[in-house]
């Protein structure tokens, strides 16, 4: 029993010396949003919602809807105005995942960027009852489009994103003129590979070491596994993810999400859409597989599905000229449909 004892003892000191010599060497406390400023664009705005303030980002032409007077006074007709996009970024990204869509659309669209809460320059839910559930998010998005003053719009969403944009057409479906579902969440999902930060982030035990260090390698790793094309992934791409990471409460936040589960009666809902839909989908998707793709192109009638063969769980960000270009067309389609009605 004494030797029992004293290995025991040999063990929990290496595990104590191990712990220790991590935070020494990945020592990354929480930063504040002020010492994140560089992540804020040249038209960020915080817009406040029950107490948490949301990073939005909004593109020119969203002046025109600005406000209801603003609207009825001005010299376009309604059918004249820009038309409203919002788009939904996913698990432990930001609204700059958009930055190439928000580039080639901005001139065209009313675009709207939001970071969610628990990600980006958002930071977590004031309320610390609330969940980080899809009906919640759902909630907060619409409270920031009425905020802005915004008609219909589409929604684009990726992974989580993607969900959070099917779930505010099934509840608000006054909010939603079209869909664009990129590797959503959705169905039950036989990932191949999972990032390792989702995999550590789950297990609450390590909560107090891991919401004091950060190693750079995992959040690059982390990114190559949701990316086709590793070679894609630059080290000014993992920074942006890596400083994200650390806004205050962030990396709590995103325990609570993963250990998060929706109920799979959702899913339910996916049928009963009646929206025009294009599902986007990298085919090298490890996390949620193409197959869930063909899920939703079937549930959802009438909708359209793009497959782009050598892109991963993030095409929007890994080849956004392509797949920007595919949802443009859409769009454009759509526009046509309603002017022939």
């Given amino acids: 029993m004494k030797r029992l004892a004293k290995v025991m003892l040999i063990l929990v000191a290496g595990i104590i010396v191990i712990i220790i010599a991590l935070m020494a060497i990945y ?55 820009p038309k409203a996009i919002v788009l939904l970024h996913g698990t432990s990204a930001s609204l700059h995942t958009w930055d190439g ?32 559930s899809s009906a919640n998010y759902a909630a907060v998005v619409t409270q920031v489009i009425d905020k802005l003053h915004l008609p219909k719009a589409t929604f684009a969403g990726n992974s989580l994103g993607g969900k ?27 990932s191949t590979k ?38 894609k992934v630059t080290e000014d791409l993992v920074t942006r993810y890596y400083e994200l990471t650390l806004r205050q409460g962030n990396r709590n936040s995103l325990s609570k999400r993963l250990r998060e589960f929706d109920n799979i009666e959702d899913q339910d809902q996916i049928a009963k859409l009646k929206v025009p839909t ?27 599905l793009t497959i782009f063969d050598s892109l991963g769980h993030v095409p929007h960000e890994e080849d956004p000229i392509a797949t920007v270009t595919a949802a443009k067309q859409f769009l ?6 309603n002017k022939e009605k």
């Fill in 101 to 132: 869509w928000a580039e080639a659309l901005d001139d065209e669209y009313c675009v709207v960027r939001i970071d969610l809460p628990g990600f980006g320059l958002t930071g977590p839910f004031q309320d610390a009852s609330q969940t980080y």
């Fill in 164 to 190: 959070i944009a099917w779930r505010i057409a099934a509840l608000y479906p006054d909010y939603v003129e079209n869909l664009i579902l990129i590797d959503a969440v959705g169905y039950p999902a036989a």
């Fill in 332 to 337: 454009d389609q759509h526009a046509i449909n």
């Fill in 27 to 81: 020592w990354a406390p929480d930063r504040s949003v002020a010492e994140l400023k560089q992540w804020q664009l040249p038209n960020s705005e915080f817009i406040e919602i029950d107490g948490t303030r949301v990073h939005v980002v909004q593109s020119a032409l969203c002046g025109q809807y600005q406000s209801k007077t603003a609207v009825e006074d001005s010299a376009l007709p309604n059918a004249q105005m």
């Fill in 278 to 304: 294009l599902i986007i989908w990298g085919a090298k998707d490890e996390l949620i597989p193409v197959e869930n793709a063909a899920l939703f192109h079937k549930d959802i009638k009438g909708s359209q």
């Fill in 194 to 231: 999972v990032p390792i930060g989702f995999k550590l982030a789950k297990y609450p035990a390590l909560k107090p070491v891991l919401t004091r260090i950060l190693p750079r390698d995992v959040v690059r790793k982390s990114i190559v596994s949701v990316y086709a094309d590793e070679s």
